[in-house]
């Protein structure tokens, strides 16, 4: 690898404790940090020995504050790749949410979710309620913030996640595929009840729930109250054997209110139609 010359703080030709000179000393730096892979350490190096030399930090103080700056901005690239690699539909974020429309969930609730510390515990958040309330705003936010975190996040509607589980099972993957999906420490399954399942779809959606349980964490959204679920799993044993694993470590939340994307469309189509979310 070629050593090229960049601009150093210390003056070019003027040579420093160790003997070397300014320009000397910022081809070094600019040819170990290439080496390293390390691109933001070089472009804070300079303006950081700056600040080393103005506050008299110590040479461990400088080199701690060269490797925080590269740390931030692998944590921050790594954040981006992991929010990519999670194909969310949208990108939307905890901070956009308008929590004036989120009803069913205080301020306090949601900033509590917004910890992750469900992630850690390996607990799961589910999210029950009528189209519109802010159920998948609430999902797609809480898992970019934990890709924003370090987590490797997997998100999909309820009939992807079937697909994809029947593909593995029928190519004889579906071990290997639950496996590699229990890597992950969170994952989102979106829409539960748009679309009812057939028994097979229902058995390995089941596999998916069971093979989490407690291992690593699930966000869930559905239309329809849990005590509802039967109908869209078609077999109330099963669906109860489903609930049962998600919501012994969860947070489970009913939004009610009308729709969100219909506000400020009531006077165009006449009314806002009023939802209302079934109890279990």
């Keep these: 690898m070629a050593r090229t010359t960049t601009t150093a703080s210390t003056p070019a030709g003027e040579k420093t404790g160790s003997g070397r000179t300014g320009e000397q000393t910022a081809s070094d730096l600019a040819f170990y940090s290439r ?6 350490l070089l ?12 506050e008299s930090w110590t ?4 080199l701690v504050a060269c490797l925080q700056r590269e740390v931030a901005a692998r944590e921050s690239h790594g954040g981006e790749a992991r929010v990519r690699s999670a194909r969310f539909p949208a990108i939307k974020t905890i901070e956009e949410l308008d929590a004036t429309h989120l009803r069913g969930m205080t301020r306090e609730q949601l900033a509590h979710l917004g910890t992750l510390d469900f992630i850690t515990g390996k607990e799961n958040a589910i999210f029950l309620g ?12 809480l898992a970019v913030r934990a890709c924003q975190a370090g987590h490797r996040v997997a998100f999909a509607t309820a009939a992807e996640w ?3 589980l029947a593909a593995a099972h029928h190519t004889g993957r579906l071990q290997t595929e639950l496996v590699k999906l229990s890597r992950y420490p969170l994952i989102v399954v979106d829409e539960v009840g748009y679309i009812p399942f057939e028994a097979e779809a229902a058995n390995l959606f089941f596999q998916l729930i069971s093979n989490r349980y407690e291992r690593a ?8 109250p849990s005590g509802r679920w039967g109908e869209v799993f078609g077999d109330e044993t099963v669906a109860a054997a489903m609930i049962d694993r998600l919501v012994h470590h969860a947070e489970v939340h009913s939004l009610k209110g009308d729709s969100y994307r219909m506000r400020g469309r009531g006077r165009q189509l006449g009314r806002v139609p009023t939802a209302t979310t079934e109890t279990d």
């Design 59 to 62: 040479h461990a103080e400088f």
């Design 43 to 54: 472009d804070a190096a300079e303006r950081l020995a700056e600040r080393a030399r103005n």
């Design 162 to 164: 079937v697909d994809r």
């Design 35 to 40: 080496a390293m892979k390390a691109p933001a």
């Design 217 to 224: 964490s699930v966000i869930v959204t559905s239309n329809k």
């Design 130 to 141: 009528p189209p519109g309330t802010g159920k998948t705003h609430l999902a797609i936010g």
